[in-house]
């Protein structure tokens, strides 16, 4: 008879999971001896949180769930930051956490965490098992959740007696549970008013999200905007939904946003927001956002609709069965648009402030410059994962990308220290495109532990490091805000990132020109390890434009 | 909010199971909304439990924490219920202080007339159980006041909508 354990493997193996990224302890022993007889690929993390994020990297990269696992009390505990980033990022985590035995719970056992506790608030759904029996059924059921729908983490929290326990093997065979629900489809008659306010109006523009990705919307929201000419801005979130190439993207909206998207959103009539949520970093202040246009706002989350700003028109749906619905309606009653005064103004707007994003900085290397070049060096099909912070927003700004699943980072939860461990869960979901992480200092070293995964595996991930010695994104504020009174975001000259990475065993280099640069990428292309490419860039180099927050989008500094 | 918004009824079929109550309890949490009463039982659906929740919120707030309790996993059916529809009751257990024959016999013709009953007798004070609408309960509260009123102990507010049945589409319900 099969005991709990070997339960857990069959239901990984049964729902297609390839690659799980984890930690063994005492309570999640006996999974991991049963883990070592199957087919799925174990990658050891370095800390726990790494863990969490390779899983999210490997789901967001894959568009399947990834599964992270960790032992009970600290390994649990430690996942919860990465737990929380996949929450706020609708982003298909699975945790699997080992606890300790029933009759202990409750009595402050060695390594105990009320995990369940702890992650509801950032979970789909947390479940502690109880029987051996029920495992088959609650895996079925967190994993079937956890893409159900909005997307996000979910935890099962399985007790060392539970792993251990055997039952007949039948159990694993009765799980014919589906709590799958047919995607939500778009309501005809929505459509039809969301395709007419649409075809009425003279300036439209589309906002799209994560939302889009997730569902895989991507071809039918191009063919909508360029049926009607509409502009596309992306949250960011949503970069990579529509090519950053293509003459209707303007790019990533917001408090970092471009300045063309920025403003489009006080020139557009109407404007349809799709798979978003309207952050506030993303809309500046909520009362003043997009105040002369209709606005309509189509997500499969009700709960979204309305809870920071009020549209004129929504709808509940699937991303890409509301934009299949919606372009079917415009054709079916508009013509196809062509140069209107409205595409005429976006190629404007965009022409004004491209050489705005060309200005280099002074005293090192620019960043802008570095991600123009290494998005010229990277094949377009290329993953980019990035850190938090400047290094995050100037990616978002200077690193186009051009198809959904390539660019992925910490949106909603601004996790310092994503980047790395992110890449590593895109690398093993798509080992046949390159990928490269562009990283801070400071954010780079939070999980840089986790190179001697990279190390041991041969995980051919590369780090840029946009190295300028300082916590930069607080330093810009305290620039900014608190009349340059620096506080606690010096880090000084330790580590050499080249050394660092070399102590691990893999490669390092420090590049000193922008032609120094180019070639350590094509290197790295060449290379089948993990290079770490430390670029020391310009300490004042602020990331712009910049709107405070809370104030109007268009009130930008440039 | 102001405490003057208006009384909201929420009634919910959740999983019988440990931690639920804390899941949705954790969501009106989460966005400082305050409960009123809550209630919790057994309903007549094996497996699943009713919950009652009232709240003094804006109509707004009360949506937005309906469909944000109506995406959890364990919440298998929830709506707002229409007051004007609904039948609303709770039971109050009122310990007052009525040390002289005069007291007592105003006590109990308070009760009378609210159709409560006296169900303890001390020395100096009385037990009094009330049942109603939060309307009456609270009016009789109110009357109680002119004596000392020692403890009060609620059941908090359950609830059914009268005729037509809670579920959104009886044909569904396949579990």
Redesign the interface.
Known sequence: MPDGATLMVKSLEREGVKAAFGIPGGAIIDFYDRIRDSNINHILMRHEQGAAHAADGYARASGKQGVCIATSGPGATNLVTGIANAFLDSSPVVAITGQVPTHMIGRDAFQEADI??IV??IT??AYQVRYTNEIPAIFRKAFQ?AVD??QGPVLIDVPKDVQQKEVPESVLEETSVNYLRPSRSPDPAKVKSIAKLLCDSERPLLICGGGVIASGAQDELLALSDYLMAPVATTLMGKGAIPEDHPLCLGMLGMHGKAEANLSTFEADTILVVGARFSDRSTGKFSEFAKQARLIHIDI???E???NIKPQCFMVSDAKLALKAIYDEVVRISKKRENTAWSRRVKELKDTFVPLYLKEAEGGLSPSKILRILREELPRESVVTTGVGQNQMWAALHFDAYSPRTFISSGGLGTMGFGFPASIGAKVARPEVPVFCVDGDGSFLMTSQNLATVAYYKIAVNVVVMDNRYLGMVKQWQDMFYRGRLSAVELGETPDMVKLAEAFGVNGARVGSYDEFRSAVRKALRSDVCNVIDVPIDPNAKVLPFVPPGRLLKEMVM | MSARNELHAVMMLVEDKPGVMSRVAETFRRRSINIDTITVGKSEREGLSRIIVTLRQNAETVDLVVRLLKKMIDVVEIKELDLSTSILRELVLIKVKAKDRDERSEVLQLVNIFRGQVVDVAEDSMVVQITGAPSKTNAFIELLKRFEILEITRTGIVALERGASFYADEGNNSD
Request: glycine share 20%.
């Open positions: 369940v506790g509801s608030p789909k759904f959740v729908g909005r989350d009700e709960a609709i309305g809870k």
